[in-house]
């Protein structure tokens, strides 16, 4: 699949840009505050390693509600910020719907670019799986009951999970994630080496191709939805579309939604209790 359009750096930047209108500051700091109340409010195990370095952490939340301890489902949450920038703890509200539904929720943490490359994002992504499922028992989740989900940058991770040999290459079953919501993602690489992502994130031509999730056959049969804001620039929509179009032609059950009304963070109002997006994540546990 080819880059299509906008064909200038000036109209990439422009249709990348998703602060259009919003106050950065102001955003992080309400997500601050809510993730720091999570914290507070939620059993939950902060920072546990899933790897050799200081970036590989994830922060556990255990379900509430459980039944005689038996195992929970597991939702694991990748974060945005266009691969070089925020981490998990910014992000830690989204958990609170989850978790009063009876999930388990693993806010995961990763490296940034361009302090690592590129593809030792989306190594750290598939370590941070392997690990929940490996450690399952000793957290009393089901390891048979996995979904996943990421905003922005975290939607290209899940959508990279799902394009994963997870038995050749983790020797783990390729079915180990049940569902993908990816919001706001991004699944076609090609622009951002002319954008100004670029400093940061390096691509090269190999990695356009080896990241793409448009350009990789999906290896695990998950339900997937894919999700974008009406109010975000028509690339999101085209990305959604053409990821959606890739994962129907190989058979996989696919929904795509643009949802009218809101923003690229808007969107992630709807982890809220009671929001759509928990009870698609629960869905994927029936």
């Not at 005689?68 to 609170?96: I, M, N, Q, T």
Request: glycine share 8%.
């Amino acid at each position: 699949m080819r880059y299509r359009q906008p064909t200038t750096q000036e109209a990439i930047d422009r249709a990348y840009d998703p602060m259009r209108g919003r106050d950065p500051a102001a955003l992080l700091e309400a997500w601050r505050a809510r993730s720091l109340a999570a914290r507070e409010c939620h059993r939950v195990a902060l920072d546990l390693p899933y790897g050799p370095t200081r970036a590989e952490c994830l922060d556990l939340f255990r379900a509430e509600g459980a039944v005689d301890d038996a195992p929970a489902p597991c939702h694991l949450f990748f974060h945005g910020g266009y691969w070089r920038s925020l981490s998990h703890k910014e992000f830690s509200f989204v958990v609170e719907g989850l978790v009063a539904s009876g999930v388990t929720v693993v806010v995961v943490n990763y490296a940034l670019c361009p302090t690592v490359a590129f593809g030792e994002v989306v190594r750290q992504a598939r370590a941070a799986l392997a690990w929940v499922y490996r450690h399952a028992a000793s957290w009393g989740i089901d390891p048979h009951q996995l979904s996943v989900s990421g905003h922005s940058a975290g939607g290209h991770l899940c959508a990279m999970l799902l394009a994963t040999d997870w038995q050749e290459t983790y020797g783990l079953p390729d079915d180990l994630i049940k569902g993908a919501l990816c919001v706001s993602g991004l699944y076609d690489l090609s622009p951002f080496p002319w954008s100004w992502l670029q400093p940061k994130l390096q691509l090269t031509g190999r990695d356009v191709i080896d990241y793409s999730p448009v350009q990789q056959p999906c290896r695990v049969p998950a339900k997937v939805r894919l999700v974008a804001g009406g109010e975000e620039s028509s690339e999101f929509a085209r990305q959604m579309q053409d990821q959606a179009a890739h994962l129907d032609a190989q058979g996989l059950a696919v929904t795509a939604e643009l949802l009218a009304g809101d923003d690229h963070f808007s969107l992630l109002e709807h982890y809220r209790p009671g929001g759509r997006f928990v009870e698609a994540i629960t869905t994927f546990h029936c």
